[in-house]
């Protein structure tokens, strides 16, 4: 999963970024309004963690500018900003969560994988395929209920994969998801991850698409007065 905070204070962030880290975020870091507003027109992220006091511009025009730029995923308000009347203009303005400073890390990470799972339209912090179940808040998998060890990335990997709904990731789409800005990727990098991830998962659980990317399909549920 791929967020963007984007904060000038540059002790809150950096606590932010090796928080989300930690947690198998994939994190990148802007400081002004200008830069938000370039990164999500061009590279969307999949969730904005947004303060509102940035020093070019107030947040509550990026978070209007976001939206009239199309940018539909969901945004975090993150600020010392704590009248109802700033929480009421903030969600009347695109927000989909407000969080006011200062604030407990375990509350921002319980509020994200919230979104999270309002992204990829999961109602449950377990995501089960089949045979397969991932638990998003405990980060363990489950194969034919024997709990699988795995790596971070194999984590995010896997956690990309049976979030996207029958839809194809490209190996971009994946990378984008697994690294954060300025982390070196090997160019094979997601290839390995998918390796090492098919020794511990059901035959054929991730599919390749030939020149496209990978994808896990969703089983189909067995046919009235079927077998």
Avoid: C
Avoid at 206 to 220: F, M, S
């Amino acid at each position: 999963m791929q967020v963007l905070l984007v904060e000038d204070d540059n002790l809150l962030a950096d606590a932010v970024v090796v928080a989300l880290k930690r947690h198998n975020f994939a994190i990148n870091r802007v400081s002004n309004g200008k830069d938000a507003l370039l990164v999500t027109e061009t590279t969307p992220p999949d969730i904005v963690i947004l303060d509102l006091g940035l020093p070019d511009m107030d947040g509550i025009d990026v978070l209007r500018k976001f939206r009239r730029q199309g940018f539909a995923n969901p945004v975090l308000i993150l600020t010392a900003r704590d009248s109802i009347e700033d929480r009421v203009t903030g969600l009347d303005s695109g927000a989909d969560d407000y969080l006011p400073k200062p604030f407990d890390i375990d509350e921002l990470l319980a509020r994200l994988r919230a979104l999270e799972r309002r992204l990829s339209k999961t109602s449950s912090a377990i995501i089960a395929l089949g045979n397969v179940s991932l638990d998003t808040n405990t980060h363990e998998l489950q194969v034919d209920g024997n709990q699988v060890d795995l790596a971070r990335r194999e984590y995010m990997l896997l956690k990309a994969l049976m979030e996207s709904g029958n839809k194809i990731q490209t190996r971009e789409s994946l990378e984008n998801k697994l690294y954060s800005w300025g982390e070196e990727i090997s160019s094979n990098a997601v290839e390995v991850h998918i390796h090492h991830l098919r020794k511990k998962l059901p035959d054929g659980f991730i599919q390749t698409v030939r020149g496209v990317g990978y994808i896990i399909r969703t089983p189909k549920p067995d046919s009235p007065g079927g077998s």
